[in-house]
């Protein structure tokens, strides 16, 4: 590889993880409003965050033809891109594999964190309602079966 050919890798990278990074920003925010109990923000930010979750993944698919297009595998893992990359910029790729691992880890745990204290919210809520000699709303989904809780996988970076 040469170092004309990292520079243009490092510079996708860098916009990639942007793109990472700005998930990890929007769900930082989305906790706290979790946390403040602000509905309001919270169904108006859906598009919002569905936008970011279709720009990672229009990135990944272009990533997938920027590096068809360099003569690169799309398949290549990260290490092994490094390990080929000129010692000149080893350690800056190093770097970017580094922030995004770093931003996926986050975007999992904030995922999980948002999921678990939504839970424990409505299940207090439940309690409360119960307590009070009443019974909750029930809600159905598109099919018509009734709905308790979300049981899905915890959050779409779970897939990645």
Do not use: C, H
Request: charged share 30%.
């Amino acid at each position: 590889m040469t170092i004309q050919l990292a520079d243009e890798i490092i510079a996708y990278m860098e916009k990639y993880n942007d793109t990472y990074r700005d998930m990890v920003l929007f769900l930082t925010e989305k906790m706290a409003k979790v946390m403040d109990d602000d509905l309001l923000w919270l169904l108006e930010s859906v598009d919002d965050e569905q936008a970011l979750i279709m720009k990672i993944q229009s990135q990944e698919n272009n990533r997938v033809v920027f590096f068809e297009e360099l003569g690169l595998d799309e398949n290549i893992k990260a290490k092994e891109l490094i390990e080929k990359a000129p010692a000149e910029r080893k350690m800056k790729l190093q770097m970017i594999y580094d922030d995004l691992t770093g931003y996926i880890a986050r975007i999992r745990k904030l995922n999980a964190g948002i999921t678990e204290t939504v839970e424990k919210k409505l299940s207090v809520q439940e309690e409360l309602v119960r307590g009070a000699g009443m019974t909750m709303a029930e809600t159905y989904n598109g099919y018509g079966a009734k709905v308790k809780r979300t049981t899905g996988t915890k959050g779409f970076i779970g897939s990645v």
